[in-house]
């Protein structure tokens, strides 16, 4: 079963340990700059929310959360509203299903608006990522046409 946990001082070098392959390092950032990110974001007045996801008890992926982005520059739809980042799942544990599991779990948690009310979860994902489009897609996001840091932004009402 998959499920999102906190990262924590046993599991942070397995979380951080975990990696896309090659051809896919242009979509994501290493889970330790992700990391980095929740950070500043945190002690500069946003809301992250940085998960590892478990199949199991295996670490097999990563995702950070994020709500009403301030302080950024950042499109439109980031004030106020849910973003999901940085979603990866490690190379070896790769189409097995535990992108579209951690996707059920990542919405059923942004639907108990942990940081505040929201009408809207946004995405930016690379035009050329397949994968992640399709996966997306399946789960109702649409593109919005807006593209920002060269990165189709896609949308989904909660
Ligand atoms: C995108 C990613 C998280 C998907 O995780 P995964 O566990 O491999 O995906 P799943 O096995 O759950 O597959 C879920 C859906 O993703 C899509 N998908 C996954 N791999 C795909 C591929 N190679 N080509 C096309 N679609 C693909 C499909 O829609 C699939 O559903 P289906 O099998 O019913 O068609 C994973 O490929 C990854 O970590 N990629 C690198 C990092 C990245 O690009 N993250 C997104 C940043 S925006």
Same mark, same amino acid.
């Given at each position: 079963?998959?499920?999102?946990?906190?990262?924590?001082?046993?599991?942070?070098?397995?979380?951080?340990?975990?990696?896309?392959?090659?051809?896919?390092?242009?979509?994501?950032?290493?889970?330790?700059?992700?990391?980095?990110?929740?950070?500043?974001?945190?002690?500069?007045?946003?809301h992250?929310?940085?998960?590892?996801i478990?199949?199991?008890?295996?670490?097999?992926?990563?995702?950070?959360?994020? @709500?009403?982005?301030? +302080?950024?520059?950042?499109?439109?739809?980031?004030?106020? #509203?849910?973003? %999901?980042?940085? &979603?990866?799942?490690?190379?070896?544990?790769?189409?097995?299903?535990?992108?579209?599991?951690?996707?059920?779990?990542?919405?059923?948690?942004?639907?108990?608006?942990?940081?505040?009310?929201?009408?809207?979860?946004?995405?930016?994902?690379?035009?050329?990522?397949?994968?992640?489009?399709k996966? @997306?897609?399946?789960? +109702?996001?649409?593109?919005?046409?807006?593209?920002?840091? #060269?990165?189709? %932004?896609?949308? &989904?009402?909660?």
């Open positions: 079963m998959i499920t999102l946990r906190k990262i924590t001082l046993e599991n942070r070098r397995a979380i951080f340990n975990l990696e896309v392959s090659e051809d896919q390092r242009r979509f994501v950032a290493s889970n330790l700059s992700s990391v980095a990110s929740c950070y500043i974001l945190a002690t500069n007045g946003g992250p929310f940085p998960f590892a478990y199949a199991d008890e295996q670490p097999v992926g990563f995702v950070m959360l994020a @709500y009403g982005i301030t +302080g950024y520059e950042e499109p439109s739809i980031a004030d106020d #509203n849910y973003c %999901i980042m940085r &979603l990866m799942i490690d190379k070896q544990y790769q189409n097995r299903g535990y992108g579209r599991e951690a996707m059920k779990k990542i919405l059923e948690f942004i639907r108990t608006f942990p940081a505040g009310p929201a009408h809207y979860c946004w995405i930016p994902y690379k035009p050329d990522n397949v994968a992640a489009k996966l @997306y897609e399946n789960f +109702g996001f649409r593109d919005n046409g807006e593209i920002f840091n #060269n990165e189709s %932004i896609t949308v &989904l009402r909660l």
